[in-house]
Structure formats: C-alpha cells, structure tokens
C-alpha cells in the first residue's frame, strides 16, 4: 500500500524549540507539499519541492524552512517555534504533469507552548 | 482577490438522498479541479479530478460537475450513507507553473440514519 508518512501524530514543544517535521513517501513522487490547516481558513501551502534540493515557497513561508535531500523524504523546520504555529501541518506528494491527485499524510497536530 | 469559496455550515441530510456541495472560485482560472474527503484527525483522501474543459465527472455513487463560466464546481453524493460523513474539500490547479493546488476549507456532511 503506497503511503506518505509523517514521523509524528502529535508534538508539543516549547515557544523559542526549533521543530523538525519529517515526511517520507514511497511512490518515487517528484513532488512533495507541506501544508497547515486550521480551522476555517482549509489548507495553506508552506512550501514544496518538485526535485531533491530543490523548493519553492507557497503561501505563507515566513517562520518555515524545508529540507529535500533525498526523493523521498521532505523535512519542514520551524527556526524559533511560536505559539501561532501552533496547526495541523500535512505532507503530501504527486507526480508532475496528468497525475490522479495528492497523496497526504495523516498529519502531525503540533501545539506550542 | 483571489478566494474558494465552501459552505462552511455543516450539510445534513437524511440516509438515502443526494447531498450536494458547492465549490465557488473568483479571480483563478484553474486548469482543473479535484474534490477531497478529509475524515478527523487524517489527512485529505484524493475522490475525483475534473478537467477545464469536462463538465460533468463520474465514480460510482459520485459526481463532479464543472462550470467554467460560473466559476463553480457541484459535487454530489447518491444514495447517501452514514459512512459518507466526513468533510469534503475543493481543490483548484492553476494553469501554468507547477502542480500547486489552491484548497477550500471544506464543507463538512452528516449523513443521518
């Protein structure tokens, strides 16, 4: 079964903590995709990446970095975690081009104190 | 500005009948749209892809419809079940660039024994 997976399901961490959110998939994707969503407001894209060491910021980058070293594993970092990151944050990934849609993850709900 | 718009109220309906959700956009033209149902606590699960120039898509117990010219996409549920309850997303892939979706904030459904 193809899948993306989110190394954690919950977080709690500390306002000022640098946070690593880690997403591996494993259908050979060029493309992966971290997104927040909060209430009301659907899903925001943060960043992507459609090739290893390449990114490309979305919607709202401030606050966030990304890692892709390798195909399958895309890191998403938050430098000095505050409590307005506090979200559901979801990795998904796709190929290029005709494609039958994203595949997420399950999500990882961070709470910063 | 540019928006996707989704009934924010919860849809209710009873076991049996359609439920139909609305998807309207201002300011984009997508190349295609995809509809999403998204369960609490889990990721978005990817239904159907409709493309700019299709009006009407089919799967099963689901159809996506797709109007260009009133910026507006319905996606309906025959034959509704309680299993069907989740929350319904939409989802537009502007033209040109990378494969980026814009995401709504979804319409949750209750289907009712």
């Known amino acids: 079964d193809v899948k993306v997976t989110q190394s954690s399901r919950y977080l709690v961490k500390r306002t000022g903590e640098k946070v690593f959110l880690e997403c591996v998939q494993d259908?050979?994707?060029?493309?992966m995709f971290w997104y927040r969503q909060d209430p009301g407001l659907g899903l925001r894209l943060i960043y992507f990446?459609?090739?290893?060491?390449?990114?490309e910021k979305g919607d709202i980058p401030e606050g966030y970095s990304v890692s892709r070293e390798k195909k399958e594993r895309f890191s998403l970092i938050l430098e000095s975690a505050s409590t307005n990151q506090t979200s559901m944050y979801l990795c998904a990934s796709s190929q290029p081009g005709e494609w039958n849609g994203y595949t997420f993850g399950s999500g990882t709900r961070l709470t910063v104190v | 500005s540019q928006k996707i718009e989704q009934n924010s109220e919860a849809l209710n309906i009873q076991e049996g009948k359609t439920a139909t959700l609305t998807c309207n956009y201002t300011?984009?033209?997508?190349?295609?749209l995809q509809w999403y149902r998204q369960d609490p606590g889990r990721g978005p699960v990817f239904l159907l892809l409709?493309?700019?120039?299709?009006k009407e898509k089919r799967k099963e117990r689901l159809k996506v419809t797709f109007d260009t010219t009133l910026k507006q996409s319905l996606f309906h549920i025959t034959a509704s079940q309680p299993a069907d309850s989740a929350t319904y997303l939409c989802a537009l892939r502007i033209s040109g660039g990378y494969n980026k979706l814009i995401f709504g904030a979804g319409t949750r459904l209750a289907v009712h024994p």
């Open positions: 990446s459609y090739d290893v060491k390449m990114k």
């Open positions: 300011n984009y033209s997508p190349a295609y």
């Open positions: 409709i493309r700019e120039n299709e």
């Open positions: 259908m050979d994707h060029e493309n």
